[in-house]
């Protein structure tokens, strides 16, 4: 049982490129996101899912995308890398009901030059 | 909309001493969770601690205990008998799990340095 998996663990991107941030979970869990954590910003929400085939934008979707075709995956994309993207990337997943847990991925760090 | 409010960003402790980590919330609905989450010099995130709005004990999880004054919508981080180890940052959340499935909000974090 891995929890949620991120990777790349640590990236460099020119500004401009393109790639894309995995996050895979084996908990069955219907909730997914990706948030950005930057210094004295704490932990903000870029997109989130609430189960396969449906996405939502959070709080700072801009310059990102994501889909999710599955329950286990929810990539991120970056279409056009900027300096200002360079941060720590979460991926988190949620469970249901009253007592709801986040659980996070160990985090993607991305450096855009 | 709800709101999490940390207004200490970095707080020193003795070790062996306790520290109390502050929490403010804010939401009209009645039904909410409160989170606590360690996230040391590595990187990760650590769950630490849930309290449920309509709990009627303070919820406790080995040195972790949580404040909870719901007429103040506080929920205040205990750490009992700090440990070097205890040094990272700490960051408060709520969730509303009877409003859809929203998102978890985050506030910015503390700084907790524990001194030998």
């Known amino acids: 049982n891995a929890g949620v998996t991120q990777t790349p663990k640590f990236q460099v991107l020119k500004t401009g490129q393109s790639m894309t941030l995995q996050c895979a979970q084996d908990m069955n869990h219907e909730y997914m996101s990706w948030y950005r954590q930057d210094p004295g910003m704490g932990l903000r929400l870029i997109h989130y899912?609430?189960?396969?085939?449906?996405?939502d934008q959070g709080e700072v979707p801009n310059g990102y995308n994501v889909s999710r075709s599955t329950t286990e995956d929810f990539p991120l994309r970056l279409l056009s890398a900027a300096p200002s993207q360079t941060s720590v990337y979460f991926c988190a997943t949620k469970t249901g009901g009253l007592r709801e847990t986040q659980y996070f991925g160990p985090g993607t760090r991305l450096l855009v030059l | 909309a709800q709101k999490i409010t940390q207004t200490q960003p970095g707080m020193f402790v003795q070790e062996k001493e306790a520290v109390t980590l502050d929490c403010t919330y804010d939401t009209s609905d009645p039904s909410y969770g409160l989170f606590w989450y360690k996230q040391p010099s590595s990187g990760e995130m650590i769950f630490l601690i849930y309290?449920?709005?309509?709990?009627?004990q303070n919820a406790t999880e080995g040195r972790y205990s949580l404040n909870f004054q719901k007429a103040r919508k506080s929920a205040n981080l205990v750490i009992s008998a700090s440990q070097l180890g205890d040094s990272a940052m700490y960051f408060c959340a709520m969730s509303l799990p009877y409003s859809g499935n929203t998102p978890l909000v985050f506030g910015k974090g503390t700084r907790l340095s524990v001194i030998a």
């Open positions: 899912s609430v189960g396969a085939g449906i996405t």
């Open positions: 309290q449920g709005s309509y709990d009627q």
